[in-house]
């Protein structure tokens, strides 16, 4: 059978994205994959350069996506179904790229996990994030701003002479084009990848890479890497090395075996091949492998633990089997960022595909044995020559043009490409894609100057790379202009420069939530806890003068009166935070975040026993954070009893 390629619907449960946050990103990112500064002294001093080598402060330019609930509803999915007459792949465009599904047809074995669901959850960088599947994870430590957003999508000519899909899209976050190339051989079991990451800039740009594949997971599920050390990761903001594979007793190489979630970020040496396996107890699985730039491989556990086995249930339905993810990057660690140098790129080739081992050997006590016969397995079906060779054929087709578009992505990369001039080939960036969000920057860029907006509503996300910055310094000032110029100098670090900024605008603003709202976020940045409270009370007054009933309107709303409230709480000032949750419509008020929110407030006001009876009573916080430990910590002022397991979402063990 030659390799087809199709689009398809997909029809899954889902929660709805929701609208965007409307609220700038001003805040400091909120990244549990951090290390402790002192803690860096005693790493290699390639890791602890690239560790502190421009990590994010904020996820300016992108918004956050936090509108999402927990209902879900049978919804269509627009998929591209890739098949031979070995492998089916299943890819989502408007979903990040992210491959569903990877069935091998000989044997009817689903290699990776493929969630039921698709439940948005509070793990990517800006927000919604879900499980399962193949992701491409770039921009910064963490689930991509891109894990919830469409990207384009085309066929273009592959190797062997037959078509390949390529996705491709503009990373905000470090602006840089990049592309996934996923091509299927005919009569191939593997799948292989092929990976751009350009630099067009006249400057160095942080890079990073990880590509993350959950896989199902059992009690017999083990993960295999080429090595014998890895570097342990448990949410405690600390990097231990430790041995593989085990470790305090327990063998980390069995998901399982652990009790709390936990990165493991394998030592593979140097000249060593670069591959990862996931196993079952009956020696059958899914192996990654790739050239040799990708030197990074990961195990990603959630445990056996309360905390761990709660969050995967959050993430899918009752019923369903959990998984581990197992992980390759650029770096050893996810927590480091590699520098790209101007005009330069940074390319591989990943392969995908089922491997079988002899089951007795790879889960016999010898690590040793265990690793040489996978990799043996790995070598009969897929030699090292072999991947090398895939990616010589393939690098020259990386500028092919498209010659059929599947999907759509966003219209930032035209806007980049329109404005710097820049020739990207194989990456077309059209001007049909430019859209509304983008129309008041090309009027900046063409015109000199930031147009009135057409219709009442919340500001339009700002732009903060430097080019743009400049821009909005010499533009005429309003009060549109100084609000996001004050945003771009917050981006730049520039704080003082942006208060001054905000305040001027705010002189001359008819609508001045958001303005106060930006002045009441650097009050808090400065510690200046009651001026932040008094500037948070009356951005949220204004808001809800100005406010119409519309989506946009409401998001903003939500997103305001959860920072006041927080404000307030933050200042002792529990009867003004009941005010802000009375003003809400009751609709709002019944979210999980805002009965939490109530909760909190009955606590500060001492009223313990009504707190308790709405844990009792029972709600979900569609938005929680990944290691976020407030429903813990909030449970413990209103009850000595153990935790329900409802509320449990620990990842790491009680101090």
């Keep these: 059978m030659a390799t087809t390629v199709r689009r398809a619907v997909l029809t899954l449960p889902a929660a709805p994205r929701g609208p965007e946050n409307p609220l700038p990103a001003l805040r400091t990112l909120d990244e549990p994959h951090a290390v402790d500064e002192r803690e860096r002294a005693d790493l290699?001093?390639?890791?602890?350069?690239?560790?502190?080598?421009?990590?994010?402060?904020?996820?300016?330019?992108?918004?956050?996506?936090?509108?999402?609930?927990?209902?879900?509803t049978p919804t269509e999915l627009d998929a591209i179904v890739i098949e031979n007459d070995r492998l089916r792949v299943t890819?989502?465009?408007?979903?990040?790229?992210?491959?569903?599904?990877?069935?091998?047809?000989?044997?009817?074995?689903?290699?990776?996990?493929?969630?039921?669901?698709?439940?948005?959850?509070?793990?990517?960088?800006?927000?919604?994030?879900?499980?399962?599947?193949?992701?491409?994870?770039?921009?910064?430590?963490?689930?991509?701003?891109?894990s919830c957003a469409p990207v384009h999508a085309a066929l273009v000519p592959a190797p062997d002479g037959g078509r390949m899909v390529r996705l491709w899209e503009w990373e905000r976050l470090r602006d840089l084009p990049f592309q996934?190339?996923?091509?299927?051989?005919?009569?191939?079991?593997?799948?292989?990848?092929g990976v751009r990451i350009r630099n067009p800039h006249e400057h160095p740009a942080p890079v990073y890479w990880w590509s993350n594949i959950a896989v199902p997971e059992s009690e017999g599920t083990r993960v295999l890497a080429p090595a014998e050390e890895a570097w342990h990761f448990g949410y405690e903001r600390t990097l231990d090395r430790v041995a593989v594979p085990e470790t305090g007793g327990t063998d980390v190489t069995y998901p399982l075996r652990s009790t709390y979630p936990a990165d493991y970020f394998y030592e593979v040496p140097d000249g060593a091949r670069r591959w990862i396996a996931a196993l079952d107890e009956d020696g059958h699985g899914l192996v990654q492998t790739s050239t040799d730039l990708l030197r990074g491989r990961k195990l990603f556990l959630w445990g056996s633990g309360a905390g761990g086995r709660r969050w995967q249930q959050w993430l899918t339905e009752p019923g369903t089997g959990g998984y581990a993810e197992i992980q390759a990057g650029l770096a050893r660690t996810q927590l480091e960022h590699v520098p790209l140098e101007p005009g330069?790129?940074?390319?591989?080739?990943?392969?995908?595909?089922?491997?079988?081992?002899?089951?007795?050997?790879?889960?016999?006590?010898?690590?040793?044995?265990a690793r040489a016969e996978t990799e043996q397995r790995l070598a009969a079906a897929l030699s090292r020559t072999d991947v090398e060779e895939a990616y010589a054929a393939w690098l020259p087709f990386a500028d092919a043009e498209p010659v059929e578009v599947l999907a759509t992505g966003s219209g930032w990369g035209a806007?980049?490409?329109?404005?710097?001039?820049?020739?990207?080939?194989?990456?077309?960036?059209?001007?049909?894609?430019?859209?509304?969000?983008?129309?008041?920057?090309?009027?900046?860029?063409?015109?000199?100057?930031?147009?009135?907006?057409?219709?009442?509503?919340?500001?339009?996300?700002?732009?903060?790379s430097s080019h743009w910055r400049d821009m909005l310094e010499t533009a005429p000032a309003d009060p549109l202009t100084e609000y996001h110029l004050g945003i771009a100098q917050w981006h730049a670090d520039d704080r003082a420069q942006a208060v001054r900024s905000w305040e001027r605008g705010l002189a001359l603003a008819v609508s001045r939530w958001p303005l106060l709202r930006c002045l009441a976020v650097a009050a808090q940045d400065s510690g200046q806890v009651s001026r932040a409270a008094d500037l948070y009370t009356e951005a949220f007054e204004d808001l809800c003068g100005e406010r119409?009933?519309?989506?946009?309107?409401?998001?903003?709303?939500?997103?305001?009166?959860?920072?006041?409230?927080?404000?307030?709480?933050?200042?002792?000032?529990?009867?003004?935070?009941?005010?802000?949750?009375?003003?809400?419509?009751?609709?709002?008020?019944?979210?999980?975040?805002?009965?939490?929110?109530?909760?909190?407030?009955?606590?500060?006001?001492?009223?313990?026993a009504a707190a308790r009876a709405l844990f009792d009573t029972g709600f979900e916080v569609a938005d929680l954070r990944e290691g976020a430990e407030i429903l813990g910590d909030l449970w413990a002022a209103v009850s000595e009893e153990p935790l329900p397991d409802a509320y449990n979402y620990r990842m790491r063990p009680k101090r």
């Design 91 to 146: 890819v989502l465009p408007g979903l990040g790229g992210r491959v569903h599904s990877l069935h091998h047809k000989p044997t009817g074995r689903e290699l990776v996990y493929r969630n039921p669901v698709l439940q948005p959850a509070d793990f990517a960088l800006n927000g919604a994030w879900f499980s399962g599947g193949i992701e491409w994870n770039i921009g910064a430590t963490g689930h991509s701003t891109l």
């Design 344 to 369: 330069a790129e940074f390319s591989w080739l990943e392969s995908y595909g089922p491997l079988s081992a002899d089951p007795a050997t790879v889960h016999g006590a010898d690590w040793s044995a």
């Design 44 to 72: 290699p001093r390639e890791m602890a350069r690239q560790l502190g080598h421009e990590p994010l402060r904020t996820v300016l330019p992108v918004r956050v996506l936090d509108g999402y609930g927990r209902e879900r």
């Design 415 to 464: 806007l980049e490409v329109k404005r710097a001039g820049l020739t990207l080939p194989g990456t077309p960036f059209a001007e049909s894609t430019l859209g509304e969000q983008q129309r008041p920057w090309l009027e900046l860029l063409h015109q000199g100057a930031v147009p009135r907006p057409r219709r009442a509503g919340p500001p339009g996300p700002t732009l903060v």
């Design 548 to 608: 119409a009933d519309e989506e946009c309107w409401s998001a903003a709303t939500a997103a305001l009166a959860r920072e006041t409230i927080e404000a307030q709480l933050a200042a002792g000032r529990q009867a003004a935070a009941r005010t802000v949750l009375a003003a809400l419509d009751p609709d709002v008020r019944e979210r999980g975040r805002f009965r939490l929110l109530d909760a909190r407030v009955l606590v500060a006001e001492g009223e313990t």
């Design 180 to 193: 996934v190339d996923l091509w299927l051989p005919d009569d191939s079991d593997f799948l292989h990848v």
